[in-house]
């Protein structure tokens, strides 16, 4: 056998099973997903919605909201299988609040939700059913806030919490930049995981007074872990420089010692 035979004996089992390989690494849709993204219009459509949201993204299926046997199309939809289907107006937010417990609390205690049953917003008037998008300043707006009352108030808690997510932004971008240089980053990362976790309990709060004093107390916060990078910097700005005095010295000696022998030769 020559060379081009033996080749072709070595890279044909590759090429039949490099295909099944691929096959194999690729996510099985669900039956919901497979029966209603074939349908049309209205029965179709919250395919087509769930397929740019936040829960798409982070893999969280039809099944994790309303439950039933994603893997079996015939029981998909029975309820000896946990199948809930769509909630009911007034019991929307604890539908959502089984894997949102804290923003559920938030709600609760807020204007919003004291007004649950009489007219007041659910989740789903702010943050959409299906197209549900990450949770940011960007959701409170004229378009969305004016469906229900005047905007004047969400723009000044807006305006109020605008800064504070700014300064949180930041200070992410560099602990993140600290820890690919491989710095030790954990006590930093925990507190502002804590801080983040405070702010957010805001979004639910139309309280301005409230919200503008929260937001001061949050913005203290964040400035003493903006002093903790001040001081890294200032860390990494010395190591810079007495690196820098070393290697002159060392070229310096360098340069002295080829002179000198120079001088001696």
Not at 148 to 174: F, L
Request: aromatic share 4%; proline share 4%; with cysteine.
């Amino acid at each position: 056998m020559n060379l081009l035979g033996s080749l072709l004996v070595l890279l044909l089992p590759l090429a039949v099973l490099w295909p099944l390989a691929s096959f194999a690494a690729e996510p099985q849709e669900i039956v919901c997903i497979q029966c209603h993204g074939a349908m049309p219009g209205k029965i179709g459509e919250p395919v087509k919605l769930w397929k740019g949201s936040i829960h798409a993204e982070n893999g969280i299926a039809c099944n994790a909201c309303h439950g039933g046997d994603p893997k079996d199309a015939a029981n998909a939809m029975s309820p000896a299988r946990g199948f809930l289907g769509a909630p009911k107006e007034a019991a929307i937010p604890a539908f959502c609040g089984r894997c949102h417990v804290g923003v559920l609390k938030d709600y609760l205690a807020s204007a919003h939700g004291k007004a649950l049953g009489k007219g007041g917003p659910t989740c789903v008037t702010c943050h959409s059913n299906h197209l549900v998008v990450k949770a940011s300043l960007d959701i409170i707006n004229e378009k969305r806030c004016s469906q229900c009352h005047s905007y004047e108030r969400a723009k000044v808690i807006r305006a109020a919490m605008q800064e504070t997510e700014a300064m949180i932004v930041a200070i992410d971008k560099r602990i993140a930049a600290y820890k690919v240089q491989g710095t030790d980053t954990e006590s930093l990362e925990k507190g502002l995981f804590a801080v983040r976790n405070r702010f957010h309990t805001l979004f639910h709060n139309v309280d301005v007074g409230m919200v503008k004093k929260e937001s001061a107390g949050i913005q203290a916060d964040l400035k003493k872990i903006q002093d903790q990078l001040a001081a890294l910097d200032d860390s990494r700005q010395k190591r810079k420089i007495a690196g820098a005095v070393v290697v002159s010295a060392m070229l310096l000696l360098a340069l002295f010692a080829h002179l000198l022998r120079k001088t001696f030769d």
